[in-house]
Antibody
Framework: QLQLQESGPGLVKPSETLSLTCTVS??????????WGWIRQPPGKGLEWIGS???????YYNPSLKSRVTISVDTSKNQFSLKLSSVTAADTAVYYC????????????????WGQGTLVTVSS | QSVLTQPPSASGTPGQRVTISCSGS????????VNWYQQLPGTAPKLLIY???QRPSGVPDRFSGSKSGTSASLAISGLQSEDEADYYC????????????FGGGTKLTVL
């Protein structure tokens, strides 16, 4: 059974960089059929797609976040990571890592596996 | 402000059929398929419907999806108390080199 687990600091100071890692178990991140991505949800609000990465390094990013976001992959550790720079209170959210089916369809909003999510609070 | 528009709330009684709408535009729903997610309180979202009307293994056939033009709908028949949750529609948007977009979510209450 595929499992995804987010890890990283739960508190980040304004203007600093948020860094999260997703560890994939029960399957290979190097599988040719899937992308791996990040989605966030501010407290009490809806979902926001952040971006996706293929094991080769090909990426798609939300245009509204693109200037601040970097998603990378480490196939040797079966992990992928999110970095979001210059954070503000508006970046406070539960961050989910996910597997998406965009390789076949081009639709990276089709997510079939989710991590449990991790709350990141931006505050001094 | 979400790119896809959903009603903030919906309700029904046990056994009833309810529908949740999702409205978009030509760059998202009008040209791509729609996915639906169910989020129970305090948990991660779960894929409920993909490619407009396909159910993943394990999702009851009480849940169904449809799409017409730039709008989509999720229908739940034989409503049960455990269906009380937030529901989100999602689609790929072809604008600005492509991005995933979600609806704002609909909170379903089982009365």
């Amino acid at each position: 059974q595929l499992q995804l687990q987010e890890s990283g600091p739960g508190l980040v100071k304004p203007s600093e960089t948020l860094s999260l890692t997703c560890t994939v178990s029960g399957g290979s991140i190097s599988s040719s059929s899937y992308y791996w991505g990040w989605i966030r949800q501010p407290p009490g609000k809806g979902l926001e797609w952040i971006g996706s990465i293929y094991y080769s390094g090909s990426t798609y990013y939300n245009p509204s976040l693109k200037s601040r976001v970097t998603i990378s992959v480490d196939t040797s550790k079966n992990q992928f990571s999110l970095k979001l720079s210059s954070v503000t209170a508006a970046d406070t959210a539960v961050y989910y890592c996910a597997r998406d089916r965009g390789y076949d369809s081009g639709d990276h909003s089709h997510v079939d596996y989710w991590g449990q999510g991790t709350l990141v609070t931006v505050s001094s | 402000q979400s790119v896809l528009t959903q009603p903030p709330s919906a309700s029904g009684t046990p056994g009833q059929r309810v529908t949740i709408s999702c409205s978009g535009s030509s760059s998202n729903i009008g040209s791509n398929t729609v996915n639906w997610y169910q989020q129970l309180p305090g948990t991660a979202p779960k894929l409920l419907i993909y490619s407009n009307n396909q159910r993943p293994s394990g999702v009851p056939d009480r849940f169904s999806g449809s799409k017409s033009g730039t709008s989509a709908s999720l229908a739940i028949s034989g409503l049960q108390s455990e269906d009380e949750a937030d529901y989100y529609c999602a689609a790929w948007d072809d604008s600005l080199n492509g991005q995933g977009v979600f609806g704002g979510g609909t909170k379903l209450t089982v009365l």
